[in-house]
C-alpha cells in the first residue's frame, strides 16, 4: 500500500540533458497510473527517479509522505521491469523470477509456490526450466515482469513491459496485468507507447512532452478535455484534425475562420468568444462526412480523398488539406455510418463537416485550451 507523490522533479544529466522538468503528480494508494509521451520526453528518466536509480537533481520524492530522494534503493520498496528487461542470462527462468524472494531469505517451498503462481499467470510456466536465450523477446519481458510481481511491493514501476508482445498477447497481458496490480493493490507507474494501453489500463494518465508533464488526468478527461493541443494531437488515432486560425465576430456570433486550407473555413462556434489567433481541434469520429463537394457557407471542407483505411470497426476518411497539422483532415465513420458512404473510391469529392458543439479550441501561442 503506497501513495507516490513527485514534487517539482527535475533531472538533469551530467552533459547538461535537461531530461525532466518539474514534473509534479500524486499516484494514490492503489493507483495505476500511465505515463506516455513521445520518445525522449522523459519517461524512463522519471521512472528510474522514482526507483532511486538515477539521483533527482532537485524536488522531492515521497512514498507514503516519507521522502525518499535519498534513501537506497532496495529501501524504497519498489520494484522495476526495465524497457530491456534485464534478466540474468546464466539463471534459468524459475531462478530468475525466484531472485528476488531468495535474496529475502523466503523458504524454499513457499518460493516455489509464488513462482509457479506467477508464471502461470504470466503463461510462462512451459519455460521455467530454459535459459533467457531460449525465450523469445515476449517471453523474457513476462519473465521481468513476473520476478516483479513475485516480490509483491508496495510500488510497481513498469517501463513499456509489452512491447515486444504480438497483439492479441498484448491485449491479454493488458489484462492480465491489470488485474494482477488491482488483486495486489499496489501502486502502479506504467510507460507505455501504446495509447490503447494507456487509455485501457490507467485510471490517470500523464503525458509527458520535452521533460515537461502536459496534462495529468483520467483517461476521459485527457481524451474529451486534452488540456494543450499536443495532448490533443497525441492521444487518439488517427490524431485529432487541429487547424490553425482565428475567432471573429459577426452577425452576434462567433466563428472560427482559416484562409489556410484548400479554400476558406467559417466554422460557427457554440459560444461567443474574444477575437484571437487559435487553433481548432474536432475528433476524426466527430467529424461528418458527406459525398459530393458542398457550396455552403464555408462551414464545411470539401476535398478529394487520398486516402481510405478500413480497420475492421470504423474506416477512416483523410482528404488533403494543406492548413491542417499533419496536412490533411479525417473523418471516420462506424460501419453503420459506413454504409451509406460504400463504393467511395481514392480521388472521390466528399464534404468534412465540423458540428459546433464536438470542437476544441486552443491558444495559437501556447497551445493551452480555451475554456
Ligand atoms: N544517462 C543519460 N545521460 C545523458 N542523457 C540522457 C541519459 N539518459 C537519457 N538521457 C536523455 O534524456 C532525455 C530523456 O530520456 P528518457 O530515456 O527518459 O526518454 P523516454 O521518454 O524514456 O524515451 P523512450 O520512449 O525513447 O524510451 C533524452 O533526451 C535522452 O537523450
Ligand atoms: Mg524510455
Known amino acids: 500500500m503506497a501513495e507516490v507523490q513527485l514534487q517539482n522533479l ?32 522523459g519517461k524512463t528518466t522519471t521512472l528510474r527517479m522514482v526507483a532511486g536509480l538515477e539521483e533527482i537533481t532537485s524536488g522531492d520524492l515521497f512514498i507514503d509522505g516519507e521522502r525518499m530522494n535519498d534513501r537506497e534503493p532496495k529501501d524504497r520498496d519498489v520494484a522495476m521491469v526495465f524497457q530491456n528487461y534485464a534478466l540474468y542470462p546464466h539463471m534459468t527462468v524459475f531462478e530468475n523470477m525466484a531472485f528476488p524472494l531468495k535474496m529475502r531469505k523466503v ?26 536465450k531460449e525465450l523469445s523477446g515476449g517471453e523474457r519481458q513476462r519473465v521481468a515482469v513476473g520476478r516483479a510481481i513475485v516480490r509483491r511491493p508496495k510500488v510497481f514501476l513498469f517501463d513499456e513491459p509489452l512491447s515486444n508482445l504480438d497483439a492479441a498477447l498484448r491485449t491479454q497481458m493488458r489484462a492480465e496485468l491489470k488485474r494482477i496490480q488491482r488483486r495486489l493493490g499496489a501502486t502502479m507507474l506504467y510507460v507505455t507507447h501504446d495509447q490503447v494501453e494507456a487509455m485501457t489500463m490507467g485510471d490517470q494518465i500523464a503525458v509527458m512532452n520535452k521533460g515537461e508533464l502536459e496534462q495529468f488526468g483520467t483517461p476521459s478527461e485527457i481524451y474529451e478535455r486534452p488540456g494543450t493541443a499536443f495532448v490533443a494531437r497525441f492521444l487518439g488515432s488517427p490524431a485529432m484534425n487541429l487547424l490553425s486560425g482565428g475567432v471573429m465576430n459577426d452577425d452576434g456570433g462567433s466563428y472560427f475562420v482559416s484562409h489556410e486550407g484548400t479554400g476558406t473555413l467559417r466554422i460557427p462556434l457554440a459560444k461567443s468568444m474574444e477575437p484571437q489567433n487559435v487553433e481548432l481541434g474536432i475528433r476524426p469520429e466527430q467529424t461528418t462526412i458527406s459525398l459530393g463537394s458542398a457550396s455552403d457557407k464555408n ?3 470539401s476535398g478529394k480523398l487520398i ?6 470497426s470504423v474506416t477512416h476518411y483523410y482528404i488533403d488539406w ?8 479525417v473523418a471516420s465513420a462506424s460501419q453503420l455510418q459506413r454504409d451509406a458512404l460504400d463504393g467511395l473510391k ?13 470542437l476544441h479550441l486552443f491558444e495559437r501561442e501556447s497551445g493551452k485550451r480555451i475554456v
Do not use: M, W
Open 307 to 312: 486516402l481510405i483505411e478500413p480497420i475492421g
Open 299 to 301: 462551414e464545411t471542407a
Open 322 to 329: 494543406p492548413g491542417a497539422a499533419g496536412g490533411t483532415l
Open 10 to 41: 527535475e533531472k538533469r544529466y551530467d552533459n547538461d540533458a535537461h531530461a525532466v522538468r518539474g514534473v509534479s503528480f500524486v499516484a494514490h494508494d492503489g493507483e495505476f497510473v500511465v505515463l506516455v509521451g513521445p520518445s525522449g520526453c
Open 107 to 132: 523458504p524454499k517451498p513457499e518460493i516455489k509456490r509464488q513462482v509457479e503462481e506467477a508464471a502461470k499467470l504470466l503463461g510462462i510456466d512451459r519455460h521455467l526450466n530454459k535459459k533467457p
Open 346 to 358: 481514392l480521388g472521390d469529392s466528399v464534404t468534412l463537416g465540423f458540428p459546433s458543439d464536438a
